[in-house]
């Protein structure tokens, strides 16, 4: 089998990283409530530019903490008129979604923290290395697609917020854009394709460890399907490189 280039062992955790504007502006919320929310928003601005998984969890729970802060703030201020109930509805819809966000940010951390122990088991000379890549690959598809069912999920919820009315309430925040939201969509369908490949190429090796004959079906069969699905993805500015790198494998 050709070296797996190391390359590929330094990738690390996908992050959807949103521009989030902080800026000194008049808000029409009360200063608690305000405070709290740019709490979170800092914090989740950092996630994506922390190769820690550990500390990335530990900012989401903090910024999970803070929205649910400012989600009892609202209702509280809601309830004691301080707020109007319009107010209400704006600030529930875009902290609803900036929850769902952590979750996908959850996922994206976890599935890059597997894929990275699958690229390392694979590049090392341990001779169960095909049963744990195949492992960790499987686990890192898995989040990935579950990232993306929860960031569809979080396309909706943005949807429904009233932008005009948020940059009245709270000129700090921008909200996701379309283009910045199915840029990650992409990004996660061919991190899903490209651990589909690699599971593949992890059968075909475990085959080939069983049976000795790398002509065998059993072999040459998921290498197809995984050198196939890597042609596919060669185009990808996501995973394009790792791809390339893959298509040329083969088991002697």
């Known amino acids: 089998m050709h070296t797996i280039s190391k390359k590929a062992g330094q990738t690390l955790c996908i992050i959807l990283v949103i521009t ?16 709290v929310i740019l709490s979170a928003l800092s914090q989740a601005d950092s996630i994506g530019m922390n190769p820690d998984p550990e500390l990335s969890r530990e900012l989401i729970q903090s910024v999970i903490d803070d929205l649910k802060t400012a989600d009892a703030l609202t209702v509280n201020y809601t309830s004691s008129g301080e707020i109007s109930q319009e107010i209400s509805d704006v600030m529930l819809s875009y902290i609803d979604s900036w929850k769902e966000l952590m979750v996908v940010y959850g996922y994206l951390i976890d599935g890059g923290e597997q894929k990275n122990e699958a690229y390392t088991a694979l590049l090392s000379n341990s001779s169960d290395r095909y049963d744990i890549a195949l492992a960790k690959f499987t686990l890192a598809k898995d989040y990935y697609s579950k990232a993306y069912e929860a960031l569809e999920g979080t396309e909706e919820l943005l949807k429904k917020t009233d932008a005009d009315a948020l940059s009245d309430i709270l000129p700090d925040a921008s909200i996701p854009d379309n283009e910045a939201i199915n840029k990650m969509l992409f990004r996660l ?59 040329n494998i083969t088991f002697s």
């Open 20 to 35: 989030i504007c902080l800026v000194s502006a008049q808000s029409v919320i009360p200063d608690e409530l305000h405070s």
């Open 189 to 247: 369908r061919d991190n899903t394709m490209i651990c589909q490949a690699y599971i593949d190429l992890c059968s075909a090796g475990i085959a080939k460890a069983s049976s000795g004959d790398a002509n065998s079906s059993e072999v040459q069969e998921p290498l197809l399907s995984a050198t196939t699905l890597m042609k596919k993805l060669i185009p990808s500015p996501f995973v394009g490189e790792e791809a390339a790198l893959f298509v």
